[in-house]
């Protein structure tokens, strides 16, 4: 009896979980469908899901309509720099808040700890008169220097690793005379791999879907990142459903097949920064 | 103060062995040496740390009280651009639109990732589902929202068609009228958000030790009981966290009124972080911009203040 009673339950479970993963893919689906319809299909009433023909004529006036493999260029090669940079420099600073003994280390990490506090768009008017400055405006620099330098909340989760530490992993090394870069190249960086692929998943994603801060830095099209394009893309073709499902295909396509491939690591990692932050 | 106590207290939570490292460290190195390696260590960061975080906050906090259109004189004007900002109609209508926004999003997000949580904290097949619910989450905001402007078409899209189709009902004009527009790009951030919320969730069921529920079975509690006494109340410290985060980045909604309705129709999509943009890169009016900016800083600060204190507690309680 019981028994029975908890199988109807689980397969209600199982319903409803089902429904609900079918709302959260159906957005991306009915993008692919009408991605690959033309515009007699797109606005048949009811709307049908599998197109017949398949256009897939609308991908290849969507890639050339504007310069999309530019952009991803663009934000593939800003990407690889912001995340490398930063995997080395929060490391680099989280091993010493974590590991090395100095003169206000407390308070500068408490400094460190208070700009997580301060949004983005508090710093943007400043920023960009700074870069205006520097005669950075429309270059790409402004995405990549501030980012590579600074993210405290980098800092903040690997120092969390780092203390996890036990000194008696140094304390070897030390003894056979080898320097702190050395004990944090051979010894340290080894053992928080599963914190630093976190952090770099971390990175990647917010840069690559980051719209504020390119929106404000870049006017030249040469330049743009992959959604600055697809916004620019949005303005030409607003009518264009089709082009337009296109358009979000090609940035969106991609970015789901890594998800898809890596779920694993890249839910563990968001979990990972969430909890540790 | 409250972030020094808060520092040392997030410290023992999550790594205990840790505060003792420094009065063990073994004298061999000159204490100099040390400290020239550990400032060359922070180097980098520190650099980036002065120049793209404080400075540009102190600035932002001198523009705040200047006048200045970007090219001409600066004139100091005090707190006038503060003053301004709560008569300025534009702002107004910013805030209550923010605010309207985060009422509907953030409490639908949280009982439905809550929800989603707990129905796949123990079923088979556990990983396949998070996939889907997670892979809103991992999307470019620019591209969602196009698709959502498809979606959400009140002629053609989708869900108007189903509307009409299954339920007989004429869906809105969703992202054309004024009072749908916030409801619709709520939608969509709920959509968004759900998978975040669910991970922290998920992580923070794997912390209720199983031997509660065992109890409660043997006493004869039905799972209902056990989600209202076991359940619920032992998620609250993640349920607080999430929800302070979540009330943070609806405070910065942007993306999707950009890109969707530009901030309309008749600016009834016209947010906060809207306004600080259209004031300083439209209007060029960087010291009104960076005031509504520090107003939006002071309720972020508020906020994060009011999570940390009260987390602290809820951890020690829980402890």
């Known amino acids: 009896m019981l028994t029975k009673r908890l199988k109807s339950s689980t397969i209600l479970l199982h319903i409803i979980l089902f429904i609900g993963a079918v709302f959260m893919t159906v957005p991306f689906l009915w993008m692919v469908s009408s991605a690959l319809k033309d515009l007699g299909q797109v606005f048949l009433v009811p709307p049908k899901w599998i197109p017949d023909p398949f256009i897939w004529g609308n991908f290849k006036a969507s890639l050339t309509a504007l310069p999309f493999g530019r952009a991803y260029y663009n934000s593939i090669y800003i990407n690889i720099i912001v995340v490398v940079a930063q995997l080395i420099t929060c490391s680099m600073a989280a091993y010493a808040f974590a590991k090395i003994r100095f003169p206000f280390r407390d308070a500068i990490f408490i400094l460190f700890l208070a700009t997580m506090m301060v949004p983005g768009q508090v710093t943007i008017i400043p920023l960009y008169l700074i870069m205006k400055n520097l005669g950075w405006i429309d270059t790409h620099l402004p995405l990549i220097v501030p980012a590579a330098l600074l993210n405290a909340f980098g800092v903040f989760l690997l120092r969390q690793f780092f203390m996890g530490i036990p000194r008696e992993m140094e304390e070897a090394s030390i003894i056979d005379g080898a320097n702190r870069w050395t004990i944090y190249t051979r010894v340290m960086l080894p053992l928080v791999k599963p914190a630093l692929s976190a952090l770099g998943i971390f990175t990647f994603l917010g840069m690559w879907n980051s719209f504020f801060y390119p929106l404000i830095f870049l006017n030249t099209p040469d330049l743009f990142t992959v959604p600055m394009m697809l916004n620019l893309y949005r303005g030409m073709y607003a009518t264009d459903w089709t082009l337009m499902m296109a358009g979000a295909s090609v940035a969106l396509i991609p970015v789901l097949i890594v998800y898809i491939v890596g779920q694993r690591y890249i839910i563990e990692g968001v979990t990972l920064s969430g909890i540790k932050g | ?319």
Do not use: C
């Open chain 2, 1 to 319: 103060m409250v972030m020094s106590t808060q520092t040392s207290e997030r410290s023992e939570t999550f790594a205990p062995t840790v505060e003792r490292t420094d009065a063990m460290w073994p004298s061999m190195k000159s204490s100099t040496s040390e400290a020239l390696w550990g400032y060359f260590f922070i180097l980098p960061q520190a650099i980036g740390l002065i120049g793209f975080a404080m400075v540009p906050l102190i600035l932002a906090f001198a523009l705040s009280l200047m006048q200045w259109d970007g090219f001409g004189a600066r004139t100091f004007v005090g707190l006038d651009n503060f003053i301004g900002q709560f008569k300025d109609p534009d702002f107004n209508i910013a805030v209550v639109n923010t605010l309207y926004y985060t009422v509907l999003t953030v409490p639908t997000g949280i009982i439905l990732s809550m929800l989603v949580a707990v129905g796949l904290n123990k079923v088979k097949g556990k990983v396949l589902y998070r996939l889907f619910y997670f892979m809103p989450n991992i999307t470019m905001s620019v591209a969602v929202a196009v698709v959502f402007m498809w979606l959400l078409n009140g002629d053609f899209g989708l869900i108007n068609l189903y509307l009409r189709d299954w339920f007989g009902i004429q869906g809105p004009q969703w992202l054309t009228d004024t009072r749908f527009v916030i409801p619709a790009i709520s939608l969509l951030s709920v959509w968004v958000g759900l998978g975040g919320s669910m991970v922290l969730f998920l992580a923070g069921l794997q912390g209720i030790s199983a031997t509660y529920y065992e109890a409660a079975e043997i006493d004869g509690a039905n799972k209902w009981q056990q989600l209202r006494h076991i359940t619920i109340p032992l998620l609250s410290p993640t349920t607080f966290f999430v929800t302070i985060i979540s009330i943070i980045s609806s405070f910065q909604v942007f993306d999707q009124s950009f890109v969707m309705t530009g901030g309309g129709p008749a600016k009834a999509s016209y947010t906060m972080v809207f306004h600080i943009y259209d004031s300083a890169f439209v209007d060029f009016t960087f010291g009104k911009s960076t005031a509504a900016a520090v107003i939006l800083f002071v309720i972020i600060l508020v906020l994060t203040l009011i999570q940390m204190r009260i987390s602290k507690r809820w951890v020690h309680y829980e402890g």
